[in-house]
């Protein structure tokens, strides 16, 4: 398995940027494909955007509050690191956002697999 922490987190007003990394540890971080969720207050976690193990196809959820378009999911496979880059910021982007990982692209896109403590984004409005 693979261990996962998450930091960049932070408070920033609508309309903002934030970027997230997440580190792995371990050797065998180029063979998981990875994938970022969110919990927002009192709701479920919810998947946002996976990466394959390659970087080279990425995945955003299509739900009603949709991210794609102002979140940029990235991997540094070098680093061990994957990113999450959030512009213009809601304040319904208010969640805790966790990294996942797996060698499965279908576990790691429903949320099994490792997880990571997770990083609290605020966005005020």
């Known amino acids: 398995q693979v261990q996962l922490v998450e930091s960049g987190g932070g408070l920033v007003q609508a309309g903002g940027s934030l970027r997230l990394s997440c580190v792995a540890s371990?050797?065998?971080?180029?063979?998981?494909?990875m994938a970022w969720f969110r919990q927002a207050p009192g709701k479920e976690r919810v998947f946002v955007a996976a990466?394959?193990?390659?970087?080279?196809?990425?995945?955003?959820?299509d739900y009603a509050d949709s991210v794609k378009g102002r979140f940029t999911i990235s991997r540094d496979n070098a680093k061990n690191t994957v990113y999450l880059q959030m512009n213009s910021l809601k304040p319904e982007d208010t969640a805790v956002y966790y990294c996942?990982?797996?060698?499965?692209?279908?576990?790691?896109?429903?949320?099994?697999?490792?997880w990571g403590q997770g990083t609290q984004v605020t966005v005020s409005s």
């Open positions: 996942a990982a797996d060698p499965s692209w279908y576990a790691v896109v429903i949320g099994l697999g490792s």
């Open positions: 990466i394959r193990w390659s970087g080279g196809n990425t995945y955003y959820a």
């Open positions: 371990g050797r065998t971080f180029s063979s998981y494909h």
